[in-house]
């Protein structure tokens, strides 16, 4: 593993990587892996291509030969774009959720995005966001955060996320989603979703976003990479 410095932040959904990976990545000047992102990109191509999730290889073949790019936009926004065709939106839906978890338990899939993955630890630093960030694509990382929060406060802060941007979504039917998310990505023989063993586990569950990022910076300092 290069010697550009790696901090991942691992988790299930909801649990607050998103924002504190993007605080980390401001406020060290470091680059950002959405590796959620990728997944999600590959499940709305399969929609694109009119490829089922369930044909394996037909979707690693997607996975392999991905075409896919991040721009920032004039406001901040992270546009992203499959072919260039503005997949912004779609990829954050619960449908592109559930794409991204279904293709996310292709072996195949997850070896084709490994190599794409890593092209983005490039110096002064990367905080990665994922699932596998600290046990399978950057293992050696000198700072690994693993952060939680229980399912039901998960799905009422998911729940909050989506009515704000207007989409009609039901609470309960939000727990089950997620709880049906869980259960497929820790399941799977590949990558499950786990902490690794040098893992700082956080609990964000009743504590402030504040409060998190504090703990989690000094961390940061703690190891000297700030
Ligand atoms: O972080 P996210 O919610 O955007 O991720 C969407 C899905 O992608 C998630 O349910 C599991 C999968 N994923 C994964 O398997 N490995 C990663 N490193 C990131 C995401």
């Given at each position: 593993?290069?010697?550009?410095?790696?901090?991942?932040?691992?988790?299930?959904?909801?649990?607050?990587?998103?924002?504190?990976?993007?605080?980390?990545?401001?406020?060290?000047?470091?680059?950002?892996?959405?590796?959620?992102?990728?997944y999600?990109?590959v499940g709305?191509?399969c929609?694109?291509?009119?490829?089922?999730w369930d044909d394996h290889s037909a979707v690693a073949?997607i996975a392999?030969?991905?075409?896919?790019?991040?721009?920032?936009?004039?406001?901040?926004?992270?546009?992203?774009?499959?072919?260039?065709?503005?997949?912004?939106?779609?990829?954050?839906?619960?449908?592109?959720?559930?794409?991204?978890?279904t293709v996310a338990a292709i072996p195949a899939v997850r070896n084709a995005l490994?190599?794409?993955?890593?092209?983005?630890?490039?110096?002064?630093?990367?905080?990665?966001?994922?699932?596998?960030?600290?046990?399978?694509?950057?293992?050696?990382?000198?700072?690994?955060?693993?952060?939680?929060?229980?399912?039901?406060?998960?799905?009422?802060?998911?729940?909050?996320?989506?009515?704000?941007?207007?989409?009609?979504?039901?609470?309960?039917?939000?727990?089950?989603?997620?709880?049906?998310?869980?259960?497929?990505?820790?399941?799977r023989s590949v990558?499950?979703?786990?902490?690794?063993?040098?893992?700082?586990?956080?609990?964000?569950?009743?504590?402030?976003?504040?409060?998190?990022?504090?703990?989690?910076?000094?961390?940061?300092?703690?190891?000297?990479?700030?």
């Amino acid at each position: 593993m290069s010697a550009v410095p790696v901090i991942t932040v691992d988790g299930p959904s909801g649990a607050g990587k998103g924002t504190i990976s993007h605080l980390l990545s401001d406020t060290l000047g470091w680059h950002f892996l959405d590796s959620g992102a990728l997944y999600r990109v590959v499940g709305q191509a399969c929609l694109i291509e009119a490829v089922s999730w369930d044909d394996h290889s037909a979707v690693a073949e997607i996975a392999a030969t991905l075409d896919v790019s991040f721009t920032l936009a004039d406001d901040g926004e992270v546009l992203v774009a499959y072919k260039d065709i503005d997949v912004s939106r779609a990829i954050r839906t619960e449908e592109g959720g559930r794409g991204a978890s279904t293709v996310a338990a292709i072996p195949a899939v997850r070896n084709a995005l490994l190599h794409r993955q890593r092209e983005f630890c490039q110096a002064p630093g990367l905080i990665a966001d994922g699932r596998d960030m600290g046990t399978v694509v950057f293992p050696g990382a000198p700072l690994k955060f693993f952060l939680t929060a229980s399912a039901a406060e998960r799905a009422e802060r998911r729940y909050k996320q989506l009515i704000a941007k207007g989409e009609s979504v039901s609470l309960p039917r939000l727990l089950e989603a997620i709880e049906e998310r869980d259960a497929r990505d820790s399941s799977r023989s590949v990558s499950p979703l786990v902490p690794a063993e040098d893992a700082i586990l956080v609990d964000s569950s009743g504590v402030s976003i504040d409060q998190v990022f504090a703990t989690v910076m000094a961390k940061v300092k703690e190891k000297g990479l700030i």
